[in-house]
């Protein structure tokens, strides 16, 4: 006898058999009909419906049999569910299979079985509809198709069993919608009951969240579990997988899922779940979900269960609705109220505190809290925030604090820690909300003897963007929500309009005093100004006010300088620059800084910088206030530090020549072999006295750049070879660093308008400086394109690139990037700027990318000489 295999889903196909309901019930006529059937037609002795347990066939109908069941390793049917179609033994003597079976040789004597699968609605083969007789037998086509007709009027029947149960559930759920006008508490509690009966699962729940809290709006338990009003951390509850699930979830058992390490398994020990988030008015609620200790196994939840949750949860979404509509319409009626009171006492007596106090007393009310207060927001002299009482409410718990309070209570109190949770709505400016206050380190550190808190709501006061104030509310019994935040909004915008109109009036009495004070003190500081500074109307010129500063700068006395205007003290040629200033000032309100020179009463010339400010006065006059500042001990300082750093660097050059001559011929063993340690220490040497010849020879470039003594002379040339050139002359210094450059032409025949030699300088030092940075093998590429009238040249390499930090200063003196590799490769600091001068000088520009994929990209743009021009000038 060959025992039947196990199927592969045989776990599911239990859970599936177990879910029908059918194991170990009553005879039903909707079955033995047609056992009776198949025995009349194929005149068998035997035709049962054999449902395929786990150790066990078990007949819901038999015809022609006593037993109730058999063991399922002897089983025909065990062999039949393995099939997909019709599984037929026309005679078990000559079947290797069956031939010694027990049922075979014993009662009832099978010689002959056809079995037809029963297929669950979800798939699984639960059993079958099977005829028996015990002689042999051959099927026809047409009796097997009968057979199987038959076998799919039981499934039928099995899947009818099931509508039915679920066909139920829905007429009640369709009356509790019909009928819930009354309180929803209650009529959510009847939908949550079905839902426990319906799927057999002791404990149902609806609930809110908001953030990490899971609030029990209402449930169904078993005594002394679960109450309404309860709250949770979201995390320790199966609802936080529910809602990253987005539909319904459902767990069989969950030791054997993959949540088994789940925090609210740990802690409650529930092994079947199933749950469906909860939407009311477009947005995320919280969750409808029933739950067991025991395991849903073998069954599991059926795609009936699935289907009554979703009509389950829209119907309690659609009463939570029409409940959150009518509670926020109440609430809203109730805020009205309390602004048009708060309004009426602040119209009233707008400098008096009493009118805070009402209107918190009215939120306190509206809330249902028991703690509150009202505070506005100042700065200390460090620009700090912090919160002084308006009004607060009195929670006084013995004589001394009780003392405390009546004494500060009217000139307010004042909070300055920001590590509380008031202090994190100063600071983030946005509520916050914590119903579960112990162990938070934020709702610590209320003296000895305070009144406990358990929950807070702390809301920002703002009277536009600007943060004026807030409100600080406490202990309401069933804990704060995101809904009375938008609930107490017009409220909260009402007061920050109150709290600003009271700040201005206080402030404006203050401004008052001050301006009084402002114009003393500038008086001041117009008088003591070390730099010069003047008044004049913008269209006769004319001075209106002059400082001592400017006075001692002119040699004027202050009569003689009020008779004059701008003109009078301004050279012939600067005539021109000035009325540039002139509209730039009246366009943008401002002009400068720009220098220039100014009259002395004695005919003398000295250099100011001068700054504009256009203004203007009571009578609609424009004028001028203009800050000049003497600027000739700097540029006679400037002057002489040029003149000595020219004077040290020719005076260094002639020695450093010298010193750099003899070391190379030590180097070359003309005073004899040197030792290797020798030796080492002369080519270091060598090394720094060429850095140091670079240095000034960059230095002396710079100088003469600065005062503009080098000899630019511009002629027009062909781009290409001079690049070509550049490349060759610096290829074996490339060798040195192990890097190849390569030229990438996508712009043959440019011609441009430059300084050859001083061209060549510029991009050596590009091109230097991108061998220098490059790694080891690199290569640095050496592009030539077009742009908008102008040629660029691009050197491009894949080192470090530049910190971003530092663009601003990279053509600017003696500026290095400072990182490592700078200070390996060296470099005088002077390479780019004189570059920069070099390039204005020649009218082209010069710049700085970051390379797409790492390192950087220096170019220089050159207007481009027309083709007919390139022509002429080449012939």
């Known amino acids: 006898m060959k025992e039947p295999e196990l199927p592969k889903n045989e776990a599911d196909r239990l859970r599936s058999l177990t879910a029908t309901g059918l194991l170990d019930t009553p005879p039903e006529e909707r079955f033995d009909r047609l056992t009776r059937i198949a ?140 009928e819930s006008r009354g309180n929803p508490t209650e009529y959510l509690r009847d939908g949550l009951r079905l839902g426990c009966e319906y799927l057999k699962l002791p404990y149902g729940i609806i609930s809110h969240i908001q953030g990490e809290d899971y609030r029990v709006v209402v449930q169904v338990s078993p005594p002394g579990t679960l109450e309404d009003e309860q709250t949770f951390d979201l995390r320790d509850t199966y609802c936080a997988l529910t809602l990253e699930a987005e539909q319904v979830l459902a767990i069989d058992h969950m030791a054997e899922s993959a949540y088994a390490s789940h925090p609210c398994y740990r802690k409650f020990g529930l092994e079947s779940y199933i749950g469906i988030p909860l939407n009311v008015g477009g947005r995320r609620y919280g969750t409808l979900n029933f739950s067991s200790p025991d395991t849903r196994r073998p069954s599991g939840f059926s795609d009936f269960d699935h289907e009554f949750l979703l009509l389950l949860a829209s119907w309690v979404s659609s009463l939570l609705e029409r409940w959150e509509v009518e509670s926020v319409l109440q609430r809203y009626r109730q805020v ?82 920001l590590d509380t949770l008031f202090g994190a709505v100063i600071t983030s400016g946005q509520p916050v909300l914590n119903n579960r206050l112990e162990g938070d380190p934020k709702g610590s550190g209320v003296p000895n003897g305070h009144p406990p808190i358990q929950s807070f709501l702390g809301l920002p006061i703002h009277h536009g963007s600007e943060l004026v ?110 009325k540039v200033q002139r509209e730039i000032l009246v366009s943008k309100g401002q002009y400068g800084p720009y220098e220039k020179e100014l009259i002395r009463k004695d005919g003398s010339r000295y250099s100011v910088i001068i700054h504009g400010l256009l203004v203007g006065d009571a009578s609609g006059r424009r004028l001028i206030w203009s800050i000049i500042e003497d600027i000739t001990e700097r540029k006679r300082l400037a002057l002489m530090q040029r003149e000595f750093v020219s004077t040290v660097s020719h005076e260094l050059r002639t020695p450093l ?84 450059c390569e030229l990438d032409d996508q712009a043959p025949e440019c011609w441009v308008a430059v300084d050859p030699k001083r061209l060549t300088q510029v991009v050596t030092n590009l091109l230097s400086n991108a061998v220098k940075f490059s790694p080891s093998d690199g ?34 003196p003696f500026a290095q990037a400072d990182s490592s590799d700078s200070r390996r490769v060296g470099g005088t600091g002077l390479g780019l700027a004189i570059s920069k001068k070099l390039m204005d000088k020649m009218n082209g520009r010069i710049g700085y990318r970051d390379t797409e994929g790492g390192g950087a990209t220096f170019y220089i743009d050159l207007p481009e000489v027309s083709e007919n021009r390139a022509m002429t000038g080449g012939v």
């Open 39 to 178: 025995q009349r037609v194929f005149g068998v002795k035997i035709a049962l419906v054999s449902l395929v347990d786990r150790n066990r066939q078990w007949f819901k109908s038999r015809q022609g049999l006593t037993v109730q069941e058999t063991s399922r390793d002897v089983s025909f049917c065990a062999h039949a569910i393995l099939q997909q179609n019709l599984f037929v033994v026309d005679d078990t003597l000559d079947d290797d299979r069956f031939f010694d079976n027990p049922l075979v040789t014993d009662d009832p004597c099978i010689r002959f079985y056809a079995g037809a699968p029963l297929v669950s609605p979800d798939g699984f083969s639960l059993g079958t509809l099977c005829i028996i007789d015990d002689l042999p037998r051959t099927l026809s086509p047409e009796q097997k198709m009968l057979l199987r007709d038959l076998a799919e009027c039981v499934e039928e029947e099995i899947r009818h069993g099931q509508r039915e149960r679920y066909y139920r559930s829905l007429e009640r759920l369709s009356l509790l919608h019909n």
């Open 657 to 740: 020549t010298a010193i750099s001559a003899a070391l190379i011929m030590v180097s070359k063993g003309v005073t004899g072999e040197l030792s290797p340690q020798t030796d080492s220490m002369v080519r270091l040497a060598l090394r720094n006295a060429g850095r140091l010849t670079e240095l000034i020879n960059d230095i002396l470039d710079m100088e003469k750049l600065v005062a503009g003594k080098m000899t630019i002379s511009l002629e027009e040339c062909a781009l290409l070879p001079l690049l070509r050139q550049v490349i060759e002359d610096n290829h074996t210094y490339a060798e040195r660093f192990g890097v190849h």
């Open 469 to 578: 104030g807030m409100m600080g509310l406490a202990n309401r019994p069933s804990g704060y929500h995101d809904t009375l935040v938008n609930d107490l909004g017009p409220l909260l915008r009402t007061v920050g309009q109150l709290m600003e109109a009271t700040r201005n009036q206080r402030q404006q009495r203050a401004a008052e005093e001050d301006l009084k004070r402002s114009e003393a003190r500038l008086r001041g500081l117009f008088e003591l100004s070390p730099v010069g500074i003047a008044l004049n109307e913008l269209d006769s010129g004319r001075f209106l006010e002059v400082n001592d500063a400017y006075l001692a700068s002119s040699g004027f006395s202050r009569d003689e300088l009020l008779a004059l205007d701008a003109r009078d003290v301004t050279p012939q040629e600067f005539t021109a620059e000035d």
């Open 336 to 417: 009205e109220q309390a602004v048009a009171r708060a309004q009426e006492s602040f119209i009233n007596r707008p400098q008096h505190p009493q009118a805070f106090s009402e209107l918190l007393g009215e939120v306190l009310r509206f809330t249902e809290s028991a703690y509150g207060f009202i505070g506005e927001i100042l700065h200390d002299d460090d620009g700090r925030p912090y919160m002084k009482t308006n009004t607060i409410t009195n929670i006084a718990w013995d004589d001394a604090s009780h003392q405390f309070y009546e004494d500060n209570v009217s000139e307010g109190l004042e909070f300055r820690n």
């Open 779 to 812: 290569v640095v590429r050496v592009t030539l394109s077009r742009d908008e009238g102008y040629v660029r040249v691009s050197v491009v390499d894949r080192g470090g690139g530049v910190p971003a930090d530092f663009h601003s200063r990279l053509f600017r």
